[in-house]
Nanobody
Framework: QGQLVESGGGLVQPGESLRLECAAS????????IGWFRQAPGQEREREAF??????????HYQSSVMGRFTVSRDNSKNTVYLQMNNLKPEDTAVYYC?????????????????WGQGAQVTVSS
């Protein structure tokens, strides 16, 4: 049974950086995609991913608000996907979720992802 475990959240000031980690275990497919979603305070989790990376390291951006500030990468030897967030803004405050899809094609739609991390709190405040 596959599992995703997230780490790296925290409290930072505007303009600072933070890196989230999404460690995968128990998955058997060589072809997969990892999407990143977020849930702002008082809101439901967004139904569309803002970014996705697949097992070929192909990256797809779905939200312009994070382009140029957030990057995603993958370390296959550690079965870990990283979300590097730079120049963080207060509006980036949210719980961040990584999600797994056992297909190579990235997609933004939440119901196409079958396994979810537990979420990592990111708070951006001065």
């Amino acid at each position: 049974q596959g599992q995703l475990v997230e780490s790296g959240g925290g409290l930072v000031q505007p303009g600072e950086s933070l890196r989230l980690e999404c460690a995968a275990s128990g998955f058997t497919s060589d072809h997969y995609a990892i999407g990143w979603f977020r849930q702002a305070p008082g809101q439901e989790r967004e139904r569309e991913a803002f970014m996705c990376i697949n097992s070929r390291d192909e990256i797809t951006h779905y939200q312009s608000s994070v382009m140029g500030r957030f990057t995603v990468s993958r370390d296959n030897s550690k079965n870990t996907v990283y979300l590097q967030m730079n120049n963080l803004k207060p509006e980036d405050t949210a719980v961040y979720y990584c999600a797994y899809r056992g297909r190579l094609e990235c997609d933004s739609i939440y119901f196409l992802f079958t396994h979810w991390g537990q979420g990592a709190q990111v708070t951006v405040s001065s």
